[in-house]
Structures are given as C-alpha cells and as structure tokens.
Antibody, heavy 119, light 107 residues
C-alpha cells in the first residue's frame, strides 16, 4: 500500500522558515518524481514544487521560487520542503503527492501537514 | 499560466441522481486533464486522468469526457460516498493548475 506521511507543519511568524518532511512507503520511491501541493484556507489547490526521481531537477511556480526548496533522500525514502521568507499567503495545508509516471498529475497524496504564518 | 474554471461551484443532489461537473481551460490542453475527489477532512484522490481514463479502483459510475478546452465529469447513480468536493487539474506541462472546485452536497 502506498503511504505518504507528512510532518513538520506548525505556526511560524512572517519572514520565518520551516522544513516539511514526507516519509514514503509501499512503492519504489526512487522511481517517481514527487511534488508538494498546498490547499489554502479557501480550499484552493496550488502546486508548490516538483523534484525528479533522482533529485537532479526541481520545478517551482513563481509564487515560491527563490523561497522554497524541494529535496529528497532516496536512501531514506523521504521528501522535504524547505520554506523560508514565509508570508501569510503561504498559510495552507501542505500535501506530499506522488507524480504519476505517465503525466503531471498526482496519483497518491499524503494526509497533509498544516502551516500557519502569522504574527 | 493556464486557468481552469469549474462550474458549478456547488451542487445539491440526491442519492441515485446523475450529475455533471464541467471544467474549462483557458487554452487548448488536448486531453491532459485530471479529476480529483476530496472528502471532508481528507486529502484529494485521483479519479480520472487523460480526460477519460479512470484511476485504479474508481467505480464505473464515474466517467470523464472532453478535449481541448471543455471537459466534464459525470457521476451516474450517486452513492452516499460520492458527496464531497471535486477538482479538475490540467496536466499539460508546468505549472499544473487546478480548478476552484465543486462541492457536491446531499439534497
């Protein structure tokens, strides 16, 4: 069974930093690109980052480029999202998601971890 | 970025009814469209990809159609477990973007 378990969310002040983790199991982690997708309090879904299976390539939307860094440790089956210069608009539920092998859609999602950015 | 527009934003229906949710892309995305279901307090689950291919384990009462800029998700004979929110997402390159969602409620 594919499982993705996020952790690391919390309350952070504007301008602060936080690192999320996602522990993967039930599939060959190193064979899949992985992504982070967030859901705002208004329930809007936003893609945040994608990393290739080997970790060499990363992709971000303009809204987080330069502030967020996605990384992975294939030996530990773990995905990360380092977030810095956090803003109130980054407040969301952050989901770890497996990118499908056949396209830029997400075939499995974790249960999410919540980030709140507030003073 | 490609904008995805869903309608309606909310929908009330009864068990046994058939409903259709539509999604419009701001430009041609061919058949690169996915649908997700999200139940209250849970994460999204993939229902359909490539506009009409059902994900593994998805009941056949769900069907996707469309191409280009106009797409739809049809649910035949609604079951109690089908109530929740539905989102479309284009997967025609980066960035992938999502529709605003359709909340399907019990009438």
């Amino acid at each position: 069974e594919v499982m993705l378990v996020e952790s690391g969310g919390g309350l952070v002040k504007p301008g602060g930093s936080l690192k999320l983790s996602c522990a993967a199991s039930g599939f060959t982690f190193s064979s899949y690109a992985m992504s982070w997708v967030r859901q705002t309090p208004e329930k809007r879904l936003e893609w945040v980052a994608t990393i290739s299976s080997g970790g060499s390539y990363t992709y971000y939307p303009d809204s987080v480029k330069g502030r967020f860094t996605i990384s992975r440790d294939n030996a530990k089956n773990t995905l990360y999202l380092q977030m810095s210069s956090l803003r109130s608009e980054d407040t969301a539920m952050y989901y770890c998601a497996r990118r499908a092998l056949t396209g830029d859609y997400f075939d499995y999602w974790g249960q999410g971890t919540t980030l709140t950015v507030s003073s | 970025d490609i904008q995805m527009t869903q309608s309606p934003a909310s929908l009330s229906a009864s068990v046994g009814e058939t409903v259709t949710i539509t999604c419009r892309a701001s430009e041609n995305i061919y058949s690169y469209l996915a649908w997700y279901q999200q139940k209250q307090g849970k994460s999204p689950q993939l229902l359909v990809y490539n506009a009409k291919t059902l994900a593994e384990g998805v009941p056949s009462r769900f069907s996707g159609s469309g191409s280009g800029t106009q797409f739809s998700l049809k649910i035949n004979s609604l079951q109690p477990e089908d109530f929740g929110s539905y989102y479309c997402q284009h997967h025609y390159g980066t960035p992938p973007t999502f529709g605003g969602g359709t909340k399907l409620e019990i009438k």
